[in-house]
């Protein structure tokens, strides 16, 4: 069991790893239940897989302590995180007579928790919730750090807000169910804490990723609690991203959403697998650029590959150019800009904030990367 605090000065929470925790949840999560003790049933938001799998433990749980849930459950993937569905959340969570110091709890991916925080951001003008992240992804990444959001027709999350959650309760035993392909993907968002602030946690991961993608349970909470104390660490430090300190978890994600705007954010290529293959590019580019050495690039490299992540950028069968990638990126950035700023490697373990970086340039790298 690790207990992680996040050190915002009056919305300080904490993250609680421990398997089985889901069957304790009651106890869990007593505090942030109180307010229903006089009979009013808990609000619950899964989606049809999260719910199938793990709403009886959750009933079960709360019913042992004299509470019940109501289940609101949405359609598994991306259309979940929408102004319609957004729309009947709110309205039921406001039919359920939820009031701001009630909370909200999701349980599921990150699609869950971003439309979870999203409308308890505004329901109300703020309502608590307690996220109960459900995938690698969501234990290690999307359930900690405040970002919520919906996604519109000019693109994702772009609509949302900064809402924290006031507890995360992180069970791993629950990705004992995650399809590989997902596990594979949330593994990538831990490699990525490595890469960009933790040489000694890379290391590890290159000796030990296996195990963890194999839900060996001590490798598994270790990798989720190192990855979560880096997260709360630099979102305490940087919770609105005014600097560049919490941009730096955005390590790959500039070529990663290249990519999945490329692939048309569809099953060919889920985030972490974009995210994967825009960390191998980060780290190359770095070392065309003689920031990284040339083995450290194909380290990172190769520990992506060996997760079973894309590291070869031929692999995706894109029928695109490089000068096509980089309109998505400034798309992205919303940039007429002949620059962008670029998360690049000086070594592992060290990302850094590069501003000089010449889009051609990038376009031209890309060409080469295709062809390679
Ligand atoms: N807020 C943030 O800081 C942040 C950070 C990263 C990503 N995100 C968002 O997170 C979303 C992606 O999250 P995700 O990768 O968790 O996807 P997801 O929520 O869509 O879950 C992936 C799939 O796994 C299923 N699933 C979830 N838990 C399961 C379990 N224990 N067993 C079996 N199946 C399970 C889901 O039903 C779904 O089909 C995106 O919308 C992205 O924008 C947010
Ligand atoms: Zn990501």
Redesign the pocket.
Known sequence: MAVIEVALAGREYEVVIAEGLLARLAEAAAPFLASYRGGRAVPFVA????HR??AAGVDASLAAHGMNAEWFVVT???D??TWRVLEHLTDWLLAAGVTRKDHVFAL???????LV?FACAVTKRGCGFVQI??????QV?????????I?TAAG??LI?AFHQPSLVLIDPL??????PR?MR??YA?VLKYGLLGNAAFFDWLEANGEKVLAREPAALEHAIATSIAMKAQIVAEDERETEDRRAL?NLGHTFGHALEAETGFSDRL???EGVAMGMVLAARYSARRGEVSADDAARAAQAIAAAGLPAHLPALDLTCDGARLVEHMRHDKKAEATTLPFLLLNGIGAAYMARDVDLTDIAAFLDEELAA
Request: net charge negative.
């Open positions: 989606d049809t897989n999260t799998l793990y598994p993937g991306e979940a995180k599921g991916g990150g699609v869950v928790g971003d925080g992240p459900t995938t690698l992804l969501a990444d999307s359930s900690v750090g405040g970002k919520t959001a996604n994702k999350n949302g629950v990705l004992d169910t995650l399809p997902e993907a949330g968002e978890l889920l985030h972490g």
